[in-house]
């Protein structure tokens, strides 16, 4: 029991955070959990929960990746310029993957060959992406997209992949030997060379994964709004990393859940959305997110000091 | 498990601690007016919060609702003005119960099957300031077109360079390359260039919303091109920037500078000669109006094609489905001071 | 005195080559309006690249400074404007320095003290302290600045303009810092290796607390010189700053783990990304290329970065 | 001083007032009396106390675990004890302020190189206390004045200006010294001051402690190299499981003696006679080379083989066994590993070959610290206890369990972090991480550094059971004595280069030596 309330120790105080927070909706204004307004809003938040999928593993290796919204576009946009000349949506999606990997790939190639710091990597990628986004689509809508596309996409598809997605990541990070080697990687990263273990390797898929994920994004977006553009990803890093570390990861690596960072996006997610429900006014949004962030982590170094620092 | 405690303490200040300001926006629209019968719950959602444009514009609405006093208005958008953001809050007003919804649209792609989703679900959309595509919503409150916009702006600028055939080279400043608006607007402006063959537009360049980046690139754009004639800074932080860019560079009037802005914004450089013209609408007039039809749409009281709608303010023409504002104001060096917003 | 690692040399070649290149495509980008107007441009960034620099050289890293920067500029604007506070040119000038003083702090405060990771503690800030700004400015932008406030961006002291001359005042006061007291060694001290540091008893929190009060306080001085560059103080100042500040310093050759870097090739690292854009209106390729000039500048930054990769993989190497 | 309860250490520390004076006798410098520290319940020290003349050399040994460090670390005002006082020249010391027990002329120099490698010399000796102008402008030019005074006293040179990852290890570790030689410094604390120097280094080394002490200076030494502790201390503490086991005159003092009185018990003299019947050539290394780091190395090691390297550290010894497990890049030559050439292929294919290694940083490249002894354990085997990637816990727990019984590691659990075991625990961690892949060629960098005696002989004999079993191994070692009792034959490096081979018969320290030293020193010597 011991041993399963420290496993789960913070996905146990999310959920505590989670319950603090549906009580006070409660009281506050009831209508806001009803199935119909959570059902609605849950949809605005799968992109962010995909994309923050793979950042939580290259987070644990102790990397980052600022680069995610400027794949996402860049994905968004490659799809946008294949529907547009009439290619079938699957093959649209199939591009925009294909654009969301390479971008990653360069990325992983960067950061595993060079051996450059993914801070600087991805903050410079994040400039070329958006960049080669707005260049290849003339910073222009693209819009009209397959009905059926939209139908299915935005629809059950999205949460199926989310829930396939989400359930492989947290197996393989749990289960496998390779990811057991992304905390080995995060932890001592020096040693976990010295085991043969393939960091460079795993960096690499890691982050062509998130590229990846960041594409899954961008189809997903263009379904639900059916429509794309180059700016669709923009401010997308900083909202995942906020969640994913409010879900307990650390952004030194080495600790970190999958199911932390879903609980972390969907507290950030019901408040941020209450807050505008309840209260209506957007900018005090913007100091509950920061001020949540901050407390949490204030809180988790005030009352984790013995296992943080053991 | 000690974090509990202050997690659970640290989320209830949180909410609880935001109770008392937001009390006063939500109920300051309703206050002292006779309470007789149903208030429609009306949203007026801006492009973007925290502008002074769109927040003259929530002056006029809010008065405009204690006036009709069956109003329960509330007034909110994003503080960054991403569309995507604007659709989110759209959706949940729908959910919320909403009678209208009043969007200024950002981007007509996004909001647009948005519209459409809250009309289905029998909520009344109407758009002002900024349309959306016409089967997504049922009025706009027309104050200008893009097509006005685009072609005013540069007739002022040609008729500001004046002569009969006027000549020289002009550069835009816009928002950000994406911003959908500005890039209609840029349509429209390059297609009545046509008209004016020796008006040259060299360089469009993006401001990302920043005035000192619109500043220091209308500075560029100057020195880059020496013969450079005229700058159309077209959004708020872009005119501004630009005209505080030919001021500094000692060009006031050698440079000519249009744009859209409040007079406020503007106002030191209409009176030091920089800027000659300003054009805009009585965005005060905007926002009452908008409420208005508002009202009038949820009571069932106005459809498409009514010859006119009996405002508080005066007879409004209308077109199509269009209520039209009325023409815009020209501010100049001699009525500026007249207008305080 | 010591000779010039890779990164400089790199940062100043590419500089060289770029400046070298729009100069022959157009004669105007050297003469000297537009050199002290690429100086004025650069010296708000100068300012903050320096307080970032002693941030990251400690290990740390602070990117709240874009909305400090704009909070900062909503409080000088409310305070100066007649309409407002109508206060007087001191009163301003120090409490917007006060006031980044304390904003710094608190971030210190949440690092040191309260042990939460500067990346995350200041991400929080950044959030935070835009919804702040909203929320002074109240959805309305002061547009009546001041003359004597206006001065402080746009006059000209002995034939320099006043951002200039603060920010080579501010420049050479760091550089001092850094290279000649004892505080700037220990600051590279703790950055270079945080255990040893403690272990030897050096005063590790309040090294790091004044780094990030500088920060603060150096935001401050950047807005004060900026801001009244523009007639109107927006609610979106100083948006996106934080990572312009910090890609300048880390293109300068800073190691974004600590200990390493110097002040010359930051310097030339806020020049590069200065000029960039200026560069490309000079090489006057029409609107066309403004769709690309967001890709231009990652490339080069990326360039930049990988420039020197093997200098640096050779050195990581020798300490492994 | 009572005995501790564990968990009552905040109501003690209230109760007892940490470092109030206690006289000291006016012929001693230091006097350390019941000092007592528990982690988490469990006893560091206990009752510790410890007497140092003036101008003594007081040796203080023990094995890992017994309780040295944390002693050192309190008297440097790292650690703030539960109980107990400590006395310097006659004050109370203030206890937990790195800045009283410099002020009180106590200077430690750490095992682990607490140096800065981004600063250079001067600063690393003044960093903390620099010499100022006007009170705020550094004064360089006294600083470095005083430090080259400081390395002229030493007898030794080391660039000033030139930044400390540019410099050797040892410099660095002059550099340590230097530090506390700059200081008021009374009492000197060494950690294992000599665990990575060469033999001619160590000379220096040991040189400077017999200057300091005519100069009045008390040091207290602590180290596991036995030899050296007989040969310069004037008296020896050894402690044990947290306690003092004794205190004795050097003169009184054997090493033989020292080793049962830190282990408790005796050890059976490793008597490494038979030499294993050599087999085929399963390592082989032919005229590798690595800009900057060495050239021209070739040798090859025999299956049941043990070849030692040996050389000063620096002389390339540990750049070739990276090297060769494919972790830097060679510029040339090959490596062959039972023929099949692995040469710039990588770690993975190296160890896909048989190829392990021990590397010379325990705690930063070969553990990784705060995972459990079983993760550690299984670092490098678990891809093949898998099944297509899918982890086996049952598998994995049964070799685990088959592993440290093996090794003897001595741990709560499995389960417990490899933090928590003792250095020579965790040596035998890393070991066993490449035993669960059955290695075909060994290399062992350093194995029994920071490893304290009792371990130590476990090492060894794990080693030749090793090569018994048919392994390959290659001992990179400065531990001179180990290196000729475990060795075949004895490959010898210089700057770079092989610079001799010395068989069993003819290998000696002397020779070692010879071969080790630069030539023109040689020369001139």
């Given at each position: 029991?011991?041993?399963?309330?420290?496993?789960?120790?913070?996905?146990?105080?999310?959920?505590?955070?989670?319950?603090?927070?549906?009580?006070?909706?409660?009281?506050?204004?009831?209508?806001?959990?009803?199935?119909?307004?959570?059902?609605?809003?849950?949809?605005?938040?799968?992109?962010?929960?995909?994309?923050?999928?793979?950042?939580?593993?290259?987070?644990?290796?102790?990397?980052?990746?600022?680069?995610?919204?400027?794949?996402?576009?860049?994905?968004?946009?490659?799809?946008?310029?294949?529907?547009?000349?009439?290619?079938?949506?699957?093959?649209?999606?199939?591009?925009?993957?294909?654009?969301?990997?390479?971008?990653?790939?360069?990325?992983?190639?960067?950061?595993?060959?060079?051996?450059?710091?993914?801070?600087?990597?991805?903050?410079?990628?994040?400039?070329?992406?958006?960049?080669?986004?707005?260049?290849?689509?003339?910073?222009?809508?693209?819009?009209?997209?397959?009905?059926?596309?939209?139908?299915?996409?935005?629809?059950?598809?999205?949460?199926?992949?989310?829930?396939?997605?989400?359930?492989?990541?947290?197996?393989?990070?749990?289960?496998?030997?390779?990811?057991?080697?992304?905390?080995?990687?995060?932890?001592?990263?020096?040693?976990?060379?010295?085991?043969?273990?393939?960091?460079?390797?795993?960096?690499?898929?890691?982050?062509?994964?998130?590229?990846?994920?960041?594409?899954?994004?961008?189809?997903?977006?263009?379904?639900?709004?059916?429509?794309?553009?180059?700016?669709?990803?923009?401010?997308?890093?900083?909202?995942?990393?906020?969640?994913?570390?409010?879900?307990?990861?650390?952004?030194?690596?080495?600790?970190?859940?999958?199911?932390?960072?879903?609980?972390?996006?969907?507290?950030?997610?019901?408040?941020?959305?209450?807050?505008?429900?309840?209260?209506?006014r957007d900018e005090i949004n913007l100091i509950v997110?920061g001020g949540?962030?901050i407390?949490?982590?204030?809180?988790?170094?005030?009352?984790?000091?013995?296992?943080?620092?053991? | 498990?000690?974090?509990?405690?202050?997690?659970?303490?640290?989320?209830?200040?949180?909410?609880?601690g935001c109770?008392p300001t937001s009390?006063g926006t939500?109920?300051a629209?309703?206050?002292?007016?006779?309470?007789?019968?149903?208030?429609?719950?009306?949203?007026?959602?801006?492009?973007q919060k925290g502008v002074p444009y769109f927040t003259s514009?929530a002056e006029?609405?809010?008065?405009?609702?204690?006036?009709?006093?069956?109003?329960?208005?509330?007034?909110?958008?994003?503080t960054d003005?991403?569309?995507?953001?604007?659709?989110?809050?759209?959706?949940?007003?729908?959910?919320?119960?909403?009678?209208?919804?009043?969007?200024?649209?950002?981007?007509?792609?996004?909001?647009?099957?948005?519209?459409?989703?809250?009309?289905?679900?029998?909520?009344?959309?109407?758009?002002?300031?900024?349309?959306?595509?016409?089967?997504?919503?049922?009025?706009?409150?027309?104050?200008?077109?893009?097509?006005?916009?685009?072609?005013?702006?540069?007739?002022?600028?040609?008729?500001?360079?004046?002569?009969?055939?006027?000549?020289?080279?002009?550069?835009?400043?816009?928002?950000?390359?994406?911003?959908?608006?500005?890039?209609?607007?840029?349509?429209?402006?390059?297609?009545?260039?046509?008209?004016?063959?020796?008006?040259?537009?060299?360089?469009?360049?993006?401001s990302n919303e920043d005035q000192k980046l619109a500043f220091e690139v209308s500075r560029?754009?100057?020195?880059?091109?020496?013969?450079?004639?005229?700058?159309?800074g077209?959004s708020s932080v872009a005119f501004p920037g630009a005209a505080e860019a030919v001021k500094q560079a000692g060009?006031s009037?050698?440079?000519?500078v249009?744009?859209?802005a409040t007079p406020n914004d503007m106002r030191s450089y209409v009176k030091d000669g920089t800027v000659?013209?300003v054009?805009?609408?009585?965005t005060?007039?905007?926002?009452?109006?908008?409420?208005?039809?508002?009202?009038?749409?949820?009571?069932?009281?106005?459809?498409?094609?009514?010859?006119?709608?009996?405002?508080?303010?005066?007879?409004?023409?209308?077109?199509?489905?269009?209520?039209?504002?009325?023409?815009?104001?020209?501010f100049?060096k001699?009525?500026i001071d007249q207008f305080n917003f | 005195?010591?000779?010039?690692?890779?990164?400089?040399?790199?940062?100043?070649?590419?500089?060289?080559?770029?400046?070298?290149?729009?100069?022959?495509?157009?004669?105007?980008?050297?003469?000297?309006?537009?050199?002290r107007d690429l100086l004025i441009q650069c010296a708000p960034f100068a300012i903050m690249a320096c307080g970032m620099t002693f941030v990251i050289?400690l290990?740390e890293i602070d990117i709240s400074v874009g909305s400090m920067a704009g909070l900062l500029a909503a409080a000088l604007g409310t305070w100066a404007s007649p309409s407002h506070g109508g206060r007087p040119l001191l009163d301003c000038v120090f409490g917007v320095l006060f006031l980044g003083l304390a904003l710094g702090l608190v971030n210190g405060l949440l690092v040191v003290f309260a042990?939460?990771?500067s990346?995350?503690a200041t991400l929080g800030m950044l959030t935070v302290l835009r919804g702040v700004t909203e929320l002074v400015l109240h959805g309305e932008w002061v547009t009546d600045l001041p003359p004597f406030i206006r001065q402080l961006g746009i006059g000209v002291s002995g034939g320099v303009p006043n951002p200039v001359l603060v920010a080579l005042l501010v420049v050479a006061v760091s550089i001092t810092l850094a290279?000649?007291t004892?505080w700037g060694?220990?600051v590279?001290?703790?950055?270079?290796?945080?255990?040893?540091?403690?272990?030897?008893?050096?005063?590790?929190k309040q090294v790091k607390l004044a780094a990030f009060a500088l920060m603060g306080l150096l935001t401050g001085v950047a807005v004060l010189v900026s801001a009244p560059q523009l007639s109107v103080v927006e609610s979106g100042y100083g948006t996106g700053w934080e990572l312009f500040v910090v890609?300048c310093v880390?293109?300068?050759?800073?190691?974004?783990?600590?200990?390493?870097?110097?002040l010359?090739?930051v310097l030339?690292?806020v020049?590069?990304?200065s000029?960039?854009?200026?560069?490309?209106?000079?090489?006057?390729?029409?609107?066309?290329?403004?769709?690309?000039?967001?890709?231009?500048?990652?490339?080069?930054?990326?360039?930049?970065?990988?420039?020197?990769?093997?200098?640096?993989?050779?050195?990581?190497?020798?300490?492994? | 001083?009572?005995?501790?309860?564990?968990?009552?250490?905040?109501?003690?520390?209230?109760?007892?007032?940490?470092?109030?004076?206690?006289?000291?006798?006016?012929?001693?410098?230091?006097?350390?009396?019941?000092?007592?520290?528990?982690?988490?319940?469990?006893?560091?020290?206990?009752?510790?106390?410890?007497?140092?003349?003036?101008?003594?050399?007081?040796?203080?040994?023990?094995?890992?675990?017994?309780?040295?460090?944390?002693?050192?670390?309190?008297?440097?005002?790292?650690?703030?004890?539960?109980?107990?006082?400590?006395?310097?020249?006659?004050?109370?010391?203030?206890?937990?302020?790195?800045?009283?027990?410099?002020?009180?002329?106590?200077?430690?120099?750490?095992?682990?190189?607490?140096?800065?490698?981004?600063?250079?010399?001067?600063?690393?000796?003044?960093?903390?206390?620099?010499?100022?102008?006007f009170g705020i402008i550094?004064?360089?030019?006294?600083?470095?004045?005083?430090?080259?005074?400081?390395?002229?006293?030493?007898?030794?040179?080391?660039?000033?200006?030139?930044?400390?990852?540019?410099?050797?290890?040892?410099?660095?570790?002059?550099?340590?010294?230097?530090?506390?030689?700059?200081?008021?410094?009374?009492?000197?604390?060494?950690?294992?001051?000599?665990?990575?120097?060469?033999?001619?280094?160590?000379?220096?080394?040991?040189?400077?402690?017999?200057?300091?002490?005519?100069?009045?200076?008390?040091?207290?030494?602590?180290?596991?190299?036995?030899?050296?502790?007989?040969?310069?201390?004037?008296?020896?503490?050894?402690?044990?499981?947290?306690?003092?086991?004794?205190?004795?005159?050097?003169?009184?003092?054997?090493?033989?003696?020292?080793?049962?009185?830190?282990?408790?018990?005796?050890?059976?003299?490793?008597?490494?006679?038979?030499?294993?019947?050599?087999?085929?050539?399963?390592?082989?290394?032919?005229?590798?080379?690595?800009?900057?780091?060495?050239?021209?190395?070739?040798?090859?090691?025999?299956?049941?083989?043990?070849?030692?390297?040996?050389?000063?550290?620096?002389?390339?010894?540990?750049?070739?066994?990276?090297?060769?497990?494919?972790?830097?890049?060679?510029?040339?030559?090959?490596?062959?590993?039972?023929?099949?050439?692995?040469?710039?292929?990588?770690?993975?294919?190296?160890?896909?070959?048989?190829?392990?290694?021990?590397?010379?940083?325990?705690?930063?490249?070969?553990?990784?610290?705060?995972?459990?002894?079983?993760?550690?354990?299984?670092?490098?085997?678990?891809?093949?206890?898998?099944?297509?990637?899918?982890?086996?816990?049952?598998?994995?727990?049964?070799?685990?369990?088959?592993?440290?019984?093996?090794?003897?590691?001595?741990?709560?659990?499995?389960?417990?972090?490899?933090?928590?075991?003792?250095?020579?625990?965790?040596?035998?961690?890393?070991?066993?991480?490449?035993?669960?892949?059955?290695?075909?060629?060994?290399?062992?960098?350093?194995?029994?550094?920071?490893?304290?005696?009792?371990?130590?002989?476990?090492?060894?004999?794990?080693?030749?059971?090793?090569?018994?079993?048919?392994?390959?191994?290659?001992?990179?070692?400065?531990?001179?004595?180990?290196?000729?009792?475990?060795?075949?034959?004895?490959?010898?490096?210089?700057?770079?280069?092989?610079?001799?081979?010395?068989?069993?018969?003819?290998?000696?320290?002397?020779?070692?030596?010879?071969?080790?030293?630069?030539?023109?020193?040689?020369?001139?010597?």
């Open positions: 029991m011991k041993a399963f309330l420290g496993r789960f120790r913070q996905e146990a105080v999310l959920l505590v955070l989670l319950a603090a927070f549906v009580a006070v909706a409660w009281r506050l204004d009831p209508t806001f959990l009803t199935p119909k307004v959570q059902g609605t809003l849950v949809k605005l938040v799968l992109e962010l929960a995909v994309i923050a999928l793979p950042v939580t593993l290259i987070v644990i290796t102790g990397g980052i990746d600022l680069s995610v919204g400027a794949s996402m576009s860049l994905a968004a946009v490659a799809f946008g310029l294949a529907a547009e000349r009439g290619t079938p949506w699957p093959l649209a999606a199939v591009c925009a993957l294909v654009a969301g990997a390479l971008a990653g790939m360069l990325n992983g190639w960067i950061v595993s060959r060079a051996r450059i710091h993914p801070l600087i990597v991805t903050l410079a990628t994040m400039s070329a992406y958006f960049g080669l986004a707005e260049g290849i689509s003339r910073a222009r809508p693209i819009s009209g997209f397959d009905p059926a596309f939209q139908s299915l996409v935005a629809g059950p598809l999205m949460f199926f992949v989310l829930a396939l997605a989400a359930a492989g990541a947290a197996l393989w990070l749990s289960r496998t030997v390779k990811g057991q080697a992304v905390f080995a990687i995060g932890l001592n990263e020096k040693a976990a060379r010295f085991s043969a273990i393939d960091v460079d390797k795993i960096k690499f898929w890691l982050y062509t994964l998130a590229g990846t994920a960041a594409a899954v994004a961008a189809v997903s977006y263009a379904a639900r709004r059916n429509t794309v553009k180059a700016d669709i990803g923009h401010g997308m890093e900083l909202d995942v990393v906020t969640a994913i570390v409010l879900g307990g990861t650390s952004i030194t690596g080495g600790r970190g859940t999958i199911g932390g960072s879903l609980l972390g996006i969907l507290i950030v997610h019901e408040v941020r959305q209450f807050v505008s429900w309840h209260w209506e997110i949540l962030l407390l949490a982590l204030v809180a988790n170094s005030a009352f984790g000091k013995k296992t943080d620092s053991a | 498990m000690k974090a509990l405690v202050p997690a659970l303490l640290a989320a209830a200040l949180l909410v609880v109770g009390d939500k109920t629209s309703g206050t002292g007016a006779p309470t007789a019968g149903k208030k429609f719950k009306v949203y007026l959602l801006p492009k514009c006029g609405a809010e008065d405009a609702a204690k006036e009709l006093g069956d109003i329960e208005l509330t007034y909110d958008g994003p003005g991403k569309p995507e953001a604007a659709a989110e809050m759209i959706e949940k007003w729908v959910l919320k119960g909403a009678d209208v919804i009043a969007v200024s649209c950002n981007d007509p792609q996004v909001l647009g099957p948005v519209l459409k989703k809250a009309r289905d679900q029998g909520v009344k959309v109407i758009t002002w300031d900024a349309d959306a595509s016409q089967d997504s919503r049922e009025l706009f409150v027309n104050q200008a077109t893009p097509q006005q916009i685009g072609y005013g702006l540069v007739d002022a600028m040609a008729k500001d360079l004046g002569g009969a055939e006027p000549t020289g080279q002009v550069a835009i400043v816009t928002a950000r390359l994406t911003a959908a608006n500005q890039n209609e607007w840029m349509v429209h402006m390059k297609e009545r260039l046509k008209k004016y063959p020796k008006m040259q537009l060299v360089d469009v360049k993006p560029d754009l100057m020195k880059a091109y020496p013969d450079l004639k005229g700058i159309f077209i060009k009037g050698k440079v000519l249009t744009g859209l000659k013209s054009l805009l609408w009585n005060k007039d905007l926002g009452f109006l908008t409420i208005e039809v508002a009202e009038a749409v949820a009571k069932g009281a106005l459809k498409p094609n009514a010859p006119y709608f009996m405002s508080h303010r005066g007879e409004k023409k209308m077109q199509g489905d269009n209520v039209l504002l009325g023409d815009p104001i020209v100049t001699d009525n | 005195m010591k000779k010039l690692p890779a990164r400089e040399l790199g940062v100043g070649l590419v500089l060289f080559v770029l400046v070298l290149a729009v100069q022959l495509a157009n004669p105007a980008f050297l003469r000297p309006e537009n050199v050289i290990g042990r939460v990771p990346i995350v290279s000649l004892p060694r220990r590279y001290a703790i950055g270079s290796n945080p255990e040893a540091a403690k272990v030897r008893g050096l005063p590790v890609t880390v293109v300068g050759g800073v190691s974004i783990t600590g200990g390493r870097g110097s010359w090739g030339l690292g020049a590069l990304l000029i960039i854009r200026t560069a490309l209106i000079f090489l006057r390729l029409g609107d066309q290329a403004s769709y690309w000039e967001r890709a231009i500048q990652g490339v080069l930054i990326l360039t930049a970065v990988l420039g020197d990769r093997v200098s640096a993989r050779r050195r990581a190497e020798v300490g492994a | 001083m009572a005995a501790l309860t564990p968990g009552s250490t905040g109501l003690r520390r209230a109760l007892v007032p940490l470092g109030y004076p206690c006289p000291v006798p006016s012929d001693l410098l230091l006097e350390v009396q019941g000092l007592s520290k528990a982690y988490d319940g469990v006893h560091a020290l206990e009752g510790v106390g410890l007497q140092i003349r003036p101008g003594e050399v007081h040796g203080l040994v023990g094995e890992n675990g017994a309780g040295k460090s944390t002693l050192i670390k309190i008297l440097a005002g790292n650690v703030v004890p539960d109980s107990g006082s400590v006395g310097m020249a006659g004050a109370g010391l203030n206890l937990g302020s790195v800045q009283a027990s410099l002020d009180a002329g106590i200077s430690v120099i750490y095992q682990e190189l607490v140096a800065f490698l981004d600063l250079d010399a001067v600063e690393n000796v003044f960093v903390g206390r620099e010499i100022r102008r550094l004064d360089r030019a006294r600083m470095r004045e005083r430090t080259s005074q400081v390395f002229q006293r030493l007898g030794v040179g080391v660039p000033l200006n030139v930044p400390l990852c540019d410099l050797s290890v040892a410099q660095r570790q002059l550099v340590a010294i230097a530090r506390a030689l700059e200081t008021e410094c009374r009492l000197l604390v060494m950690d294992e001051p000599t665990a990575s120097l060469s033999n001619r280094e160590v000379e220096v080394l040991l040189a400077t402690v017999e200057r300091l002490k005519t100069e009045g200076v008390s040091v207290l030494y602590v180290s596991h190299r036995l030899d050296e502790i007989v040969r310069i201390c004037d008296s020896v503490t050894v402690l044990r499981d947290g306690r003092v086991v004794e205190t004795m005159p050097a003169s009184s003092v054997t090493r033989e003696r020292l080793i049962v009185s830190m282990v408790g018990r005796q050890i059976a003299a490793q008597s490494q006679s038979a030499a294993n019947a050599p087999g085929t050539v399963v390592l082989e290394v032919r005229g590798l080379g690595r800009d900057g780091a060495f050239e021209d190395v070739s040798f090859s090691v025999r299956a049941g083989e043990i070849v030692g390297l040996g050389g000063l550290v620096g002389a390339g010894r540990t750049e070739v066994a990276r090297a060769i497990f494919g972790l830097d890049r060679i510029d040339s030559g090959q490596v062959l590993v039972g023929g099949r050439d692995v040469t710039n292929r990588g770690v993975l294919a190296a160890v896909a070959s048989g190829v392990a290694l021990v590397p010379e940083d325990r705690q930063h490249e070969g553990l990784v610290l705060p995972l459990s002894v079983k993760d550690n354990l299984l670092m490098a085997a678990r891809e093949r206890l898998a099944r297509r990637g899918w982890i086996q816990r049952r598998a994995e727990r049964t070799k685990g369990d088959e592993l440290s019984t093996r090794l003897m590691v001595k741990a709560a659990s499995l389960d417990v972090p490899v933090r928590s075991l003792s250095g020579g625990n965790q040596q035998k961690v890393v070991i066993g991480k490449w035993l669960a892949m059955a290695p075909r060629a060994l290399i062992m960098d350093e194995p029994t550094r920071g490893v304290d005696v009792g371990a130590k002989e476990e090492v060894h004999s794990l080693v030749t059971r090793l090569a018994a079993e048919g392994a390959a191994v290659l001992l990179v070692s400065s531990d001179l004595p180990e290196l000729l009792e475990l060795s075949d034959r004895i490959l010898v490096m210089c700057e770079g280069r092989v610079s001799g081979e010395l068989a069993r018969g003819e290998a000696s320290e002397e020779a070692l030596m010879a071969l080790a030293v630069h030539r023109e020193e040689r020369a001139v010597s």
